[in-house]
């Protein structure tokens, strides 16, 4: 099966001194060793929304906060990277989709950050696991699936165990528009995988062995995205 895991960057490493890297390491290393492809997208974390914060005060506009962003998350793909088998892995943190489906075809684990300005590794992950035409593209993020609202804002807030991608598309843009509220999966990332018809898993990426298990045994808990025409 080709995977492309997407792990937030709070996921990864909550700080740099209580990391997950290893473990993770460790999680992609299982599955090409048990023959799958595999493609990594690693976000920024709160070190990024640091640097974000800082800059701005500093009168930066948004695509340069952005660009940031984006070296904030190739740093973190970088420190995926330096543990992983360099054996499976290719050596450069690739830049656009191109460059990572090229990793692919050569049979290397690929890990990259994020890619343009305006948008997030969210969508990212969507877009690359489109390129690569994936079997599986699993969110692993810092809530526990796919919402019906912002469980931290709404206590009503029910998990969905399935939804469709235009279901996925229609509860995000209704959590985008509470402001305040945080939905798991951008909207852009919910389209990308609405138009590519991708099967989405959305987790709790605090252990990373849930990953493992979402994708050799179908077993986790969270929310399934199916594609409309099943
Ligand atoms: P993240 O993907 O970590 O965004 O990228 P986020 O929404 O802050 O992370 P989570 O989902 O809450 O963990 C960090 C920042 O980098 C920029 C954006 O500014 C984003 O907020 N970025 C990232 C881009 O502009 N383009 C990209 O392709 C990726």
Redesign the pocket.
């Known amino acids: 099966m080709r995977v492309v895991v997407s792990v937030?960057?709070?996921v990864l490493a909550p700080d740099l001194g209580n990391n997950r890297v290893e473990a993770y390491a460790s999680v992609v290393e299982g599955l090409v060793e048990s023959g799958h492809d595999v493609a990594a997208v690693v976000?920024?974390?709160g070190v990024?929304?640091e640097y974000?914060g800082a800059a701005r005060e500093l009168g930066a506009n948004e695509i340069e906060?952005?660009?940031l962003?984006?070296s904030?998350?190739r740093l973190n793909a970088r420190l995926l990277l330096s543990a992983l088998d360099e054996a499976i892995v290719a050596p450069r943190i690739p830049e656009d989709y191109e460059t990572a489906g090229e990793a692919l075809h050569r049979g290397d684990v690929a890990v990259m950050?994020?890619?343009?300005?305006?948008?997030?590794?969210?969508?990212?992950a969507a877009a690359l696991a489109e390129y690569v035409d994936a079997d599986l593209l699993v969110y692993a993020?810092?809530v526990a699936g796919v919402y019906s609202a912002d469980p931290k804002e709404d206590p009503d807030a029910e998990r969905y165990d399935e939804l469709t991608a235009g279901a996925l598309v229609e509860t995000i843009a209704s959590m985008e528009m509470n402001a305040g509220s945080?939905a798991p999966v951008?909207l852009l990332a919910g389209k990308i995988i609405q138009r590519a018809g991708l099967e989405a898993i959305v987790l709790d990426g605090s252990d990373p062995e849930r990953v493992t298990r979402a994708v050799e045994a179908d077993e986790f808990e969270g929310t399934r995205v199916v594609p409309e025409a099943r």
């Open positions: 937030g960057g709070s976000g920024g974390g990024a929304r974000i906060l952005d660009q962003g984006i904030v998350t950050g994020g890619v343009v300005p305006a948008q997030t590794t969210d969508a990212v993020t810092s945080s951008d």
